[in-house]
């Protein structure tokens, strides 16, 4: 299983992004998705996960700011940035738990600098 992230970039105050995971193999339609993210000197945070069905949840620090889907089909996973914030500045990560042999799954990362 891989996974591959894809979409960061260096975005202004207030501009969105779109990030993307697209896992290889056949075990991704079974299991939820988690997106974390970390920035500089800060511990790896949880900031939205959507179960294998497609219901989503998110942090409070993206709340409102963001949308995560997936497509099956596609395996493919994406996370909608709005509104973005400096402190939004991160490496983002894709996760995929696989709920069959409990194995974290990871992606290399994204990298999303938000600056004017």
């Known amino acids: 299983v891989q996974l591959q992230a894809s979409g960061g970039g260096l975005v202004q105050p207030g501009g969105s992004l779109r990030l993307s995971c697209t896992i290889s193999?056949?075990?991704?339609?079974?299991?939820?998705i988690n997106w974390y993210r970390q920035a500089p000197g800060n511990q790896r945070e949880l900031v939205a996960v959507?179960?294998?069905?497609?219901?989503?949840n998110y942090a409070n620090t993206v709340q409102g700011r963001s949308i995560i889907s997936r497509d099956n089909a596609k395996n493919t996973c994406w996370l909608q940035m709005n509104s973005l914030k400096a402190e939004d500045t991160a490496v983002y990560y894709c996760?995929?738990?696989?709920?069959?042999?409990?194995?974290?799954?990871w992606g290399q990362g994204t990298r999303v600098t938000v600056s004017s």
């Open positions: 996760m995929l738990p696989d709920i069959l042999t409990k194995k974290n799954y």
């Open positions: 193999g056949s075990i991704f339609s079974a299991n939820k």
């Open positions: 959507i179960t294998s069905d497609g219901t989503p």
